[in-house]
């Protein structure tokens, strides 16, 4: 999908697709790619560039400034709303292109944009919450909502046409297919499961800053979200505004994540009766992750949708499996709430995966572990199937509740 595309007068996407990344910040999968989304806003006097993409897209990004811009019509202001280098791995090339250009950020920018690009002094305008600066029949107006997902990160209003430019803020991950808005595509299908894993890898531990963040973005009254990541939302804005809430809020559906370690297979058997165990009692949605398969951003994924999350680990050099416990470290760091906690395990000669499970759902703010843990010596028994089954039977009712 080649920029520009128009949003509303005046206001055009300049973004690029990246369909080769194969790791967000080397860490996230990106099998269906991700968006870099900049924008441009033409006022009667100035015109400002809104984020820009990353480095690697320079030439496609500075091409669509071309072709919208035309020849000799140079922008004034780079807005930065948010400094990682995904927006702002361009910045050096956008200001080699054209001289005189200012960058636009708050007092954090600044001091970050010293380090990051050695960007300073006069080169740089400061804004504070609430300040606007004026285009020319039209102004931006900036509003701080630090954390989501830097110190430095704002969002900015184009008062001219209520686009709200979010940064990261309602952003997902895959490439745009063709469509820019959501009202183009199948939301439930190609754009929140996405979202739902860039919100959880990546967004999703500022939790606290995101809940101060949606009354200010409400307060402004937004007629589009046009965010730097997917697709830009102007049909569903209360829809999305309210996952956002709803996420933040460590709000979650009826449903099972079994995420589990299995060396041999008797961990794994104990996780596939568990499966249909919970199916027969009535749990509607199962989500089943063998840990040494499933990347963990789509575990986190999952356990940042559904209220109960069944951990099954052998027990290796008297703790947790290696994989296991690289899943529940990145659990404790994204900071997830009031979770129901099933455990399954193995061991041969002593125990210390299981109890190493237990430990983390003890440190887990308002998690609660649900009975029968289940711990087989070496294979799993007709009486540990039994116990799963048990397990299944009490998660079912405490979901229904
Ligand atoms: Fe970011
Ligand atoms: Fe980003």
């Known amino acids: 999908m080649l920029a520009p595309v128009r949003l509303s007068e005046g206001v055009h996407w300049v973004g690029v697709n990246d369909r080769t990344t194969e790791l967000f910040e080397n860490l996230w999968p990106l099998p269906h790619g991700i968006s870099y989304n900049a924008y441009v806003v033409e006022g009667a006097d100035r015109i400002a560039l809104i984020d820009a993409v990353k480095g690697l897209f320079v030439p496609d990004y500075l091409d669509a400034l ?27 090339a956008v200001r080699a292109r054209f001289p005189g250009l200012r960058v636009v950020g708050n007092r954090k920018t600044a001091e970050f944009l010293e380090h990051l690009h050695g960007v300073g002094g006069d080169d740089v305008l400061v804004v504070g919450d609430g300040d606007t600066l004026d285009l020319g029949g039209r102004a931006l107006r900036f509003g701080l909502v630090p954390m989501v997902h830097w110190p430095e990160t704002m969002v900015t209003l184009d008062t001219g046409s209520g686009v ?23 939301v439930p299908a190609r754009v929140e499961g996405e979202m739902l894993r860039y919100f959880a890898n990546i967004v999703g531990k500022y939790s606290p800053m995101v809940q101060k963040a949606l009354p200010k973005v409400r307060a402004l009254e937004p007629r589009m979200l046009a965010p730097s990541h997917g697709v830009v939302w102007r049909g569903a804005i209360d829809h999305v505004i309210g996952l956002y809430d709803r996420w933040s809020r460590h709000e979650t559906d009826p449903g099972v994540t079994i995420a589990y370690g299995s060396m041999y297979g008797g961990g794994e058997r104990l996780a596939e009766r568990l499966s249909r165990a919970l199916r027969e009692a009535g749990v509607a949605t199962v989500r089943v992750h063998n840990l040494a398969r499933s990347h963990a951003s789509y575990v986190l994924r999952d356990v940042w949708r559904y209220r109960a999350l069944v951990v099954g680990t052998p027990t290796y050099n008297l703790g947790v499996f290696p994989a296991v416990d690289a899943l529940l470290r990145l659990l404790e760091d994204k900071r997830l709430e009031r979770r129901l906690l099933g455990i399954t395990g193995t061991y041969g000669w002593s125990g210390g995966g299981v109890k190493g499970v237990r430990a983390f759902g003890e440190r887990c703010p308002g998690w609660e572990v649900v009975e029968p843990v289940v711990e087989a010596r070496f294979t799993p028994k007709a009486g540990h199937f039994r116990q799963v089954e048990e397990l299944a039977a009490n998660l079912a009712a405490r979901l229904e509740r």
């Not at 020849?71 to 927006?87: A, I, K, M, T, W």
């Open 66 to 92: 071309e072709r919208l811009l035309g020849p000799g019509r140079q922008p004034d202001y780079l807005v930065v709303n948010h400094l990682e280098p995904d927006h702002s791995g361009a910045l050096g």
């Open 164 to 186: 709200l430019f979010t940064g990261d803020v309602f952003g997902g991950y895959r490439a745009l297919e063709g469509a820019l808005f959501d009202d183009e595509t199948h």
